[in-house]
């Protein structure tokens, strides 16, 4: 399984991003199933569509890209258990590095073996166990 970020799926979906190219590559591999099943988070959902939304004006565009990413993703729901472990996460940082969005991600990542996330937020290099595809990682 990956986990595609928001950063990655705005990318992919904003052709003016500097990223998409780097993210189209990604999301090539992930449909060829290169990484296994791709696995969003509600919150993920939440970002990309509020980000596209903001960025873009176009409520159609935006309701295509989300109806797109719950057709083609499978969805984990933050439910209290995975909430109170992305609180944990967060709390325990020694340094404030991950929003509390990021941290219910790496959340659902512990929680269902995922060892795979694609983003473009350097910060998740930092972690520890997991393979990171992004603008300077290799891709495998």
Known sequence: MILPDSSLIVAYSNESDEN????????????KGKYGTPV??????DEVVTVMLVRTKSLRK???LGETLLKSTLLI??????????????REQRKAI???TD???????????????????????????YTILG???TLI
């Not at 969003?40 to 959902?45: K, P, R």
């Not at 729901?77 to 967060?90: G, K, P, T, V, Y």
């Open 40 to 45: 969003i988070t509600d919150y993920i959902f």
């Open 62 to 64: 935006v309701s295509e």
């Open 20 to 31: 998409h190219e780097k993210a189209l590559q990604i999301v090539n591999d992930v449909d």
């Open 135 to 137: 603008p300077s990682s």
């Open 77 to 90: 729901r933050i439910d209290e258990s995975l909430f109170n472990l992305a609180w944990s996460i967060f």
């Open 103 to 129: 941290c219910t991600s790496i959340a659902a990542c512990k929680a269902n073996g995922i060892s795979n996330i694609a983003t473009f937020d350097e910060d998740f290099k930092k972690l520890e166990g």
């Open 98 to 100: 991950f929003g509390f």
